[in-house]
């Protein structure tokens, strides 16, 4: 099938899970190790706690009969699973779609074994040249990326390319030289502000709060990126939420549907509720071991309490919580972007 045909097909199937009040959204954290040392992040932990290859690939399977459309992989540093191109091709067997999440170190040495089984690649990407490298604790993290990025052009089976960039105290000025390396990796810019901290059942874990952007520089970057959406580069926000990052900086004004859209689960099998992450909803090894469906947790009483709760929820600040809100509620931007996505 043409890369053109199964993004329509994508396209049809979320609409049928939305349709359908169901999930179509598979988030796995498939390790929870990492060779990088980013300062922002919130998920690295150097107590390795991940489940087995026959537990992911149960979950891959069971996701695709749970009527799931897209798996999106990360971590951790997904690339460090041994496993990782064996996995990517049950899922792709499953029928899903898939999407992985890597900081680029391994890329271009596992490419053989992943490529044709990832749909879209996303590069992690915070800055340019040394300062990413220093930025992760990496030296030549930079070149590698730039070597792989550019051995996909001219790949008639390469994945489709994004960056994603978290803006931070760190890079607060980086967007214009992120969009010029999207354009010469012929990718699309994804760009979102630090997230701060976990949600435990106790309260908000502020840990990382003190690098994050204060309103006034996330307005800049709102600004910024219309601008340069405006020139032509491949800015992927929508202008709602560029609008809304401008207007509303603390993203306090819109409705959240994530958890109905997406579910996550952790390394250690954990479903997540982005709520409590202390208390998940279950837990993806036992219910293999019981023989329940991965569609058991679409019912459970704190499922349908989280969906509630989530309506009046804002902690989550990133464009793809509050897009993916969006595209549930079937806004008009939304929409708009679906369709580009059927059609491109
Ligand atoms: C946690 S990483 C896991 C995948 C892989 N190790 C990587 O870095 O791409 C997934 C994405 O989260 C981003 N990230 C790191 N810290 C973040 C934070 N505090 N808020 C939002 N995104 C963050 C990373 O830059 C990366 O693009
Ligand atoms: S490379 Fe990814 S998982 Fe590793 S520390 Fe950085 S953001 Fe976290």
């Not at 796995?28 to 060779?35: D, P, Y």
């Not at 994804?190 to 997230?195: D, S």
Request: hydrophobic share 40%.
């Amino acid at each position: 099938m043409s890369r053109a045909s199964e993004r329509a097909r994508l396209a049809a199937r979320l609409v049928r899970a939305r349709s359908r009040q169901r999930p179509h959204t598979l988030s796995h954290l498939i390790t929870s190790r990492c060779n990088a040392r980013c300062d922002t992040c919130l998920w690295r932990d150097a107590r390795p706690s991940d489940v087995d290859t026959e537990t992911v690939a149960w979950l891959y399977r069971a996701a695709g009969r749970a009527g799931f459309v897209h798996l999106v992989v990360w971590g951790g540093e997904p690339l460090l699973r041994e496993d990782l191109g064996a996995l990517l091709r049950v899922a792709k067997e499953s029928g899903l779609y898939v999407t992985l999440i890597t900081n680029g170190w391994f890329a271009r040495e596992r490419w053989a074994e992943l490529r044709g089984s990832v749909d879209v690649l996303i590069l992690s990407v915070d800055e340019v040249d040394c300062r990413h490298d220093e930025m992760r604790g990496l030296p030549g993290l930079y070149r590698r990326m730039d070597d792989f990025a550019l051995s996909l052009q001219g790949d008639r089976k390469a994945p489709t390319l994004l960056i994603n960039t978290v803006l931070s105290r760190q890079n607060e000025d980086v967007l214009p030289r992120v969009a010029a390396v999207a354009r010469r990796w012929r990718a699309g810019l994804f760009f979102c502000p630090m997230e701060t901290g976990v949600t435990l059942s106790a309260g908000r874990a502020e840990s990382k709060a003190d690098l994050a952007l204060g309103h006034e520089e996330l307005r800049a970057a709102a600004a910024q990126a219309r601008g340069l959406k405006d020139q032509g580069y491949p800015i992927l926000a929508t202008r709602a939420y560029l609008d809304l990052l401008q207007r509303d900086p603390g993203l306090t004004s819109y409705s959240c549907r994530m958890p109905h859209s997406l579910i996550t689960v952790e390394s250690d099998g954990a479903v997540r509720d982005c709520r409590r992450h202390d208390q998940p909803l279950a837990d993806i090894r036992r219910l293999r071991s019981t023989g329940e469906p991965l569609s058991a947790v679409f019912d459970l009483t704190r499922r349908r309490q989280l969906l509630r709760e989530a309506r009046s929820c804002t902690v989550c600040n990133n464009p793809d919580v509050i897009e993916l809100s969006w595209l549930w509620d079937l806004r008009p931007s939304m929409l708009g972007k679906l369709a580009q996505l059927a059609v491109r």
